[in-house]
T-cell receptor, first 112, second 110 residues
């Protein structure tokens, strides 16, 4: 069976510091990978998605970037965090673009 | 402009009191409507995918239905462990993106 991992589970960072969140998937190959952010009172918002190694598509302009260095690894980064980057970050995977997306446990980020 | 609207925002039920949650959508060329359950501080857990009007799916006390404009999540004889936020999302044809509603927070009291 497939398993998706995210770490860290929680993170408190000062404004202006860098960020690196990691997501890995086990039990499948060549998955589609997604980064979402969930803010209080708002629906989940897609930030980035990837259909293969090195292929990244951005949905919204922002202070964040994503990379996919390996088939089942997806990284969310920032060079300098803003207060508005606080939120609950969720990684998801799907077998292909037409099928269900399955979510990881999430990372709670608080920028102070 | 919201493409996915869920109602009510919050719902309180007594154990055993059946009800329905609504998800209305305005996307054209629907390529899937998805229901998830989310517990506090955790990632969404997949429940159902519906692809065409008239389709129905069931799992334990939950039943999801789909029309051309909306989906319902029916909860029959709910238990306290059904308390969670239920999220609805749609995928438009040709898009990778799932557009999510804001969710319905369900509380089932014993």
């Amino acid at each position: 069976s497939q398993t998706i991992h995210q770490w860290p589970a929680t993170l408190v960072q000062p404004v202006g510091s860098p960020l690196s969140l990691e997501c890995t998937v086990e039990g499948t190959s060549n998955p589609n990978l997604y980064w979402y952010r969930q803010a209080a009172g708002r629906g989940l918002q897609l930030l980035f998605y990837s259909v293969g190694i090195g292929q990244i598509s951005s949905e919204v302009p922002q202070n964040l970037s994503a990379s996919r260095p390996q088939d089942r690894q997806f990284i969310l980064s920032s060079k300098k965090l803003l207060l508005s980057d606080s939120g609950f970050y969720l990684c998801a995977w799907s077998p292909n673009s037409q099928e269900t997306q399955y979510f990881g446990p999430g990372t709670r980020l608080l920028v102070l | 402009e919201d493409q996915v609207t869920q109602s009510p925002e919050a719902l309180r039920l007594q154990e055993g009191e059946s009800s329905s949650l609504n998800c209305s959508y305005t996307v054209s060329g629907l390529r899937g409507l998805f229901w998830y359950r989310q517990d506090p501080g955790k990632g969404p857990e997949f429940l159902f995918t519906l692809y065409s009007a008239g389709e129905e799916k069931e799992k334990e006390r939950l039943k999801a239905t789909l029309t051309k404009k909306e989906s319902f999540l029916h909860i029959t004889a709910p238990k306290p462990e059904d308390s969670a936020t239920y999220l609805c999302a749609v995928r438009q044809g040709g898009s990778e993106k799932l557009v999510f509603g804001k969710g319905t927070k369900l509380t089932v009291n014993p």
